[in-house]
């Protein structure tokens, strides 16, 4: 239970979300702390944000979120821990909300352009942290075909229906890949790095290759057989 601590947490939150969201007197107050939209001023998107990510769409069955929830978000958190479950989730959701804004100012002819109406739209819910979470375990873990898989539905799902759900979709996929990208290529940078202190350092010559012990005593079953 400990290690789903963040899951149970969200899960539980999400229903409580909804089922006051749902009441004649709750509705005003979660819309006031947890809903998003591109019209609103950034910094109060911002301060709105971390909570909007447990609000519900109220177009949406509430069972979906919470199935999204409690699978991704359970099996990120086992794989990644808490907080980096938390700080990806929170990234992915954040690169939607400040990419309705970018596409509203382009306009709906530019490229990735979005239309005004969608200044308007109540952005919610748990589905762009979804997204990103998925894709970036797959990518951890090299779960290549699954990962390959959340990407297509994704671009799949805004040919069918090119809506402002589905663009931020793509827009948190997208910047969940740049930091697998940057995470990959500083990996590779330490390796290289370790790799040539090994070569040159550690404590040998410049230029002379460390030797190696050698047994040359050992019996016939002590060798290493290079077959």
């Known amino acids: ?63 979906g979120a919470l199935a999204q929830i409690l699978l991704v978000f359970g099996l990120a958190e086992l794989c990644l821990g808490r907080w980096r ?31 005004a109406s969608d200044a308007q739209v109540v952005d919610t819910g748990p589905s762009a942290a979804v997204v990103g979470l998925a894709v970036y375990v797959c990518h951890g873990y090299r779960a290549w075909f699954t990962g390959a898989l959340v990407i297509v539905a994704m671009v799949v799902e805004v040919l069918v229906k090119d809506n402002l759900a589905g663009r931020e979709h793509l827009a948190a996929i997208a910047v969940v890949l740049v930091v697998c990208g940057v995470r990959e290529w500083l990996g590779r940078r330490r390796e290289d790095r370790g790799q040539g202190v090994r070569a040159g350092g550690g404590g040998f010559r410049s230029g002379v290759p460390p030797m190696r012990s050698w047994n040359l005593r050992r019996g016939p079953a002590q060798r290493t057989s290079w077959w």
């Open 1 to 63: 239970m400990r290690a789903l601590a963040l899951t149970l947490t969200a899960v539980t939150l999400t229903a409580l979300v909804q089922l006051i969201q749902n009441q004649a007197w709750g509705y005003g107050p979660v819309q006031n702390l947890g809903a998003v939209r591109a019209e609103d001023p950034v910094w109060l998107a911002l301060l709105r944000t971390p909570l909007s990510l447990f609000v519900p769409a109220l177009d949406l069955p509430v069972w």
């Open 85 to 115: 479950t938390l700080a990806v989730a929170f990234a992915a959701t954040l690169a939607g909300t400040l990419y309705a804004r970018i596409g509203i100012a382009l306009g709906p002819d530019a490229f990735l352009g979005l239309p």
